[in-house]
């Protein structure tokens, strides 16, 4: 999910400079960029790995002067891998929408009789309209979590370095340890608040 701050490498302000971006479309192209970058980091990622464990430069498969390693290889026997990208305004990617139809489409193949639908194509109707106002409910009540949860940043210059893991305090004090973002990242899926103090994140 994208934020909607002005100077962000995916905001409006860098979607005005593309080409062929029309006013219309810079509400979309933002997210449509980052879902064209999924695929372009995967490959890189590749790279990266054939020249750690098979000795392929990186930068000579760049440049078309090596050919590819056995990793980027099997890596583009498959289609490019999409990004299911949301935006600060619950926009979607391409992809995501492609994914609703493709699941629409199995589903009322599926389970039309079931759901009472007079035919597929009926029951499809409705399984899209469905899935759209339950994803996008859920991708605002995500940014609004977000919104809501950095306020207590609003007016921090810039938080202080986290203390090493092996560092944290123990016994009465553990409350005040300083999380690092896999345990941001988890807390977030629970619904659970970081928040931020003077001495640094804490879980609240």
């Known amino acids: ?5 002005g100077h962000g490498l995916y905001s409006r302000r860098r979607v005005r400079g593309q080409p062929g971006v029309n ?24 790279r ?21 390693g056995p990793i980027l290889s099997r890596l583009r026997e498959f289609p490019p891998c999409g990004g299911l990208i ?10 995501v929408h492609e994914l609703i139809s493709h699941a629409a489409t199995i589903g009322s ?11 597929p194509a009926e ?19 995500c940014q609004s979590r977000l919104v809501a ?7 921090v210059p810039q938080l202080p ?19 690092g973002d896999a345990d941001l990242a988890a807390r977030f899926l629970q619904g659970l608040a970081p928040a931020v103090f003077g001495g640094g994140p804490r879980l609240a």
């Open 23 to 46: 006013l219309q479309e810079q509400s979309c192209a933002a997210v449509r960029l980052r879902a064209r970058d999924v695929a372009a980091e995967y490959e890189g990622h590749a």
């Open 48 to 68: 990266t790995l054939d020249e750690r464990h098979h000795g392929v430069r990186a930068e000579d498969v760049r440049e078309g002067s090596a050919q590819p």
């Open 86 to 95: 949301w935006g600060a305004y619950t926009e979607a990617s391409d992809e």
């Open 123 to 141: 029951a499809r109707g409705f399984l899209v309209a469905s899935m759209r106002r339950e994803w996008s409910v859920s991708a605002w009540l």
């Open 161 to 179: 370095p986290r203390a090493p893991r092996a560092a944290a305090p123990a016994g009465p004090q553990a409350e005040q340890w300083r999380a």
């Open 1 to 5: 999910m994208l934020h909607g701050g």
């Open 109 to 119: 193949e599926l389970r039309w009789r079931r759901m009472g639908a007079r035919s």
């Open 149 to 155: 949860w950095r306020l207590s940043t609003v007016g």
